[in-house]
């Protein structure tokens, strides 16, 4: 099975920055697109920004210029760097995965469990 563990939230004044990071572990044949999702009270949960395996990036139009999403495809980590944070922001940040587990597997999602991250003076 695949996990993802996410981690580099907190506490954050506007104009600050976060760097949080997805770490996929488990016996894998290929992760495909990997991408971040935010969730905040009351709100749907929505896309920030997603990478190709070749890491080609995709952002939500209101993170644009402000976060940059990265991977190292060695480590089956993903990044998201975030600066510029405005308090709406604030949000639990899920990481995802599409995995093929084997060549012969349908790929499926992964979620991780969750960060969260406060944007407030």
């Known amino acids: 099975q695949v996990r993802l563990v996410e981690s580099g939230g907190g506490l954050v004044q506007p104009g600050g920055s976060l760097r949080l990071s997805c770490a996929a572990s488990g016996v894998v044949f290929r992760i495909n697109a990997m991408a971040w999702y935010r969730q905040a009270p009351g709100k749907q949960r929505e896309l920030v920004a997603s990478?190709?395996?070749?890491?080609?990036?995709n952002y939500a139009d209101s993170v644009k210029g402000r976060f940059t999403i990265s991977r190292d495809n060695a480590k089956n980590t993903v990044y998201l760097q975030m600066n510029s944070l405005k308090p709406e922001d604030t949000a639990d940040y899920y990481c995802?995965?599409?995995?093929?587990?084997?060549?012969?597997?349908?790929?499926?999602?992964?979620w991780g469990q969750g960060t969260q991250v406060t944007v407030s003076s």
């Open positions: 990478i190709t395996s070749s890491g080609i990036a």
């Open positions: 995802n995965a599409k995995v093929k587990l084997r060549s012969y597997s349908r790929e499926a999602d992964y």
